[in-house]
Every structure is written in structure tokens, then in C-alpha cells.
């Protein structure tokens, strides 16, 4: 984050005469904060976002993703703050110490906001995902997005949730939407909108911190002593959004809102474009032959995982 000038005040104390020294400098927003109106500005975003997009109601009931890191703690916390009823959901990837470091720190977050965890083992259910890795030839990360999707939507729907929340950060969509247009690869970007609304068995799926960059969830997570876990899942390394997020955290130092710009400006101008070709020609979605799932084929992505672990567990 920016410097700050020392000596700062606080721009929102400073504007009711009191005079609270900043100890946050937010340039692209033009803000310095003392802790407690940094605390408020980024609940007050998310509450922004969550209008802007239509995402949720008090009504709803939510239930967040949670992995342990920084972002998904952060916005749990600031929705339990907001007054929203929302829940938490984690899936036990069965990868060693970081599952078990962020297993803890998720069930720790869980008591002290005083709202029930969901727990999955992968385990349990098909395999730990660095058995996963073994057998398909896919990349550990689009088997674990994919299994996670999954029962992240079947268990939301069993347990009563309409809303999924996921905490992915400005930085992560950015990064995605920037992968994704320089592939031109328009079946993903034509999905990147912050709602993905119910259809076909999907339940509705939000991202309440799109606008919020990583550096001010963990911020954020830090001024509210939430403990996360801060080193990444080891199977994420060498991953290309890593490398367009230095990318584009270089460009945002030198200027400041250009995170922000890419992505809000490919929501107003390049997203209506690609919805409406997605209208013309909409894929039939069935549901899976064995588990009553939504699928795009007869038998759902995740069965037919299960099936190739269940051969190669008996041979
Ligand atoms: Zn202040
Ligand atoms: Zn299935």
C-alpha cells in the first residue's frame, strides 16, 4: 500500500474536527484512515458492491466459502457485521499441513463470530486432492476449483443456503480477466460477472469483494485480529495469476485505479456485449445420470472422477 505522509490525519475525523491521525493511505480512493473508519469505508464498500450487483437481502441465507485465508475471513466477518445470516462452508482438501493449518484457523474464526462452520473432507468423499493430482492430467488447481464448485453447491442446497458467497479479492478477478482476454477465451470471460444468477441447479453465487484489492482484505483482517492463514496452498505454485498479479500491482503503483478501471470498465463496456451473444446461444444444461447434479454432459464431471479413482484404487 501507498506511503503515508507522516503526520496524516484521518480525511473522514478531519471532516467531523476531530483529529485522529490516519494510519492508512488508500491513493486510487484518495483516502487516509485512522483504523476505525478504514474499518468502517471497507464494510460500507462491500455493503456497495453487494447493492450494486443485487447480490443478496437480509432475507437470504448465505453461506461462505471458506478456505482460512484472509479474504474469505474477511468477508464473513464483514457480513456478519452488516447483519446478514451467513454461515460458513469447508471443504478439507486432505493436503497435508496446509489443510490442517487452515482447517484450525477457519474453526478458530468460526467460534469467535460465534456461527457454524460446515466441514467436508474430500477425503471422504472422493480422495485428497494430491491423489486427485496423481490420477487426472489436469492441473491440481482446476480439479480442486472444480471439486470444490461442486459440493460447495450440492451440500448449499441440502443445508437449506441460497446464496454462495466466494471472497475473491480485486486482484483475483483482475488477474482471471486479464488470463482470460489474453487467450480471448470469450466462454470464460462471458462468465465473469460478479452474480452468477440460480439456474439449472446452480444455486446463485456472489463475490461481495470484487472491488476490494487483496492488500485491503488483509488490512482489513489484521485491524480486526482475525488470525489467517498466510502462505499458499502448495499446489498453487507456478500458476500464471501469480505472475499477472505482480504484473499488474507494478502498474497499479506507478497509477493508481488501474486495477479498479480494467475491471469495472469490462463490466460496464465488454460484458453487456458478450451477455447478450450468450442469449443466442445458450448450452442445454442436463442433470448427471448418477448424482442428479447439473452437468453439461450425461454423467457430471466430478463422477467421473469418482469412477477413475474407484479404478485405480483397485488396480
Ligand atoms: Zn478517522
Ligand atoms: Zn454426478
Not at 490525519?9 to 491513493?27: I, S
Not at 496452498?233 to 478501471?261: D, M, N, R, V, W
Not at 463490466?267 to 453439461?296: A, D, N, T, V, W
Request: proline share 4%; charged share 30%.
Amino acid at each position: 500500500m501507498a506511503k503515508l505522509k507522516k503526520g496524516s490525519r484521518c480525511t473522514v475525523c478531519k471532516a467531523k474536527g476531530e483529529k485522529e491521525k490516519a494510519v492508512v493511505f488508500l491513493p486510487h480512493h484518495r483516502l487516509a484512515l485512522c483504523k476505525k473508519h478504514y474499518i468502517e469505508w471497507f464494510e460500507k464498500r462491500v455493503a456497495k458492491t453487494i447493492k450494486e450487483f443485487r447480490m443478496f437481502s437480509p432475507k437470504d441465507r448465505i453461506l461462505v466459502a471458506v478456505s482460512g485465508g484472509k479474504d474469505s475471513l474477511a468477508l464473513w466477518n464483514a457480513l456478519v457485521k452488516l447483519g446478514y445470516e451467513a454461515d460458513g462452508f469447508y471443504i478439507d482438501l486432505g493436503i497435508d499441513e496446509y489443510s490442517q493449518d487452515s482447517k484450525r484457523l477457519a474453526l478458530q474464526f468460526a467460534e469467535k463470530i460465534e456461527r457454524p462452520l460446515h466441514i467436508v473432507s474430500l477425503k471422504e468423499e472422493i480422495a485428497p486432492i494430491p491423489q486427485i493430482d496423481q490420477i487426472t492430467n489436469r492441473p491440481a488447481c482446476s480439479a480442486c476449483g472444480t471439486v470444490k464448485r461442486y459440493y460447495m453447491n450440492k451440500y448449499a442446497k441440502e443445508l437449506g443456503y441460497n446464496i454462495i458467497a466466494t471472497g475473491h479479492n480485486l486482484d483475483d478477478e483482475v488477474a482471471v480477466l486479464f488470463g482470460n482476454t489474453l487467450h480471448w477465451d470469450i466462454d470464460y470471460l462471458k462468465r465473469q460477472y460478479p452474480v452468477l444468477k440460480e439456474e439449472n441447479g446452480f444455486i446463485r453465487k456472489v463475490k461481495p469483494l470484487c472491488k476490494i484489492t487483496e492488500k485491503e482484505a488483509a488490512l482489513y483482517a489484521f485491524f480486526n485480529n482475525i488470525e489467517y492463514i498466510e502462505y499458499e496452498c502448495p499446489f498453487s505454485e507456478g500458476a500464471s495469476s501469480i505472475e499477472y498479479k505482480e504484473l499488474f500491482s507494478q502498474l497499479e503503483e506507478k497509477h493508481p485505479g488501474t486495477k479498479l478501471q480494467f475491471y469495472t470498465n469490462f463490466l460496464k463496456k465488454m460484458y453487456p456485449i458478450l451477455k447478450e451473444h450468450e442469449e443466442r446461444q445458450k448450452q442445454e444444461l442436463q442433470k448427471c445420470k448418477i448424482c442428479g447434479e447439473p452437468s453439461f454432459s450425461e454423467i457430471c464431471s466430478v463422477c467421473k472422477l469418482k469412477e477413475k479413482v474407484k479404478t485405480m484404487a483397485k488396480s
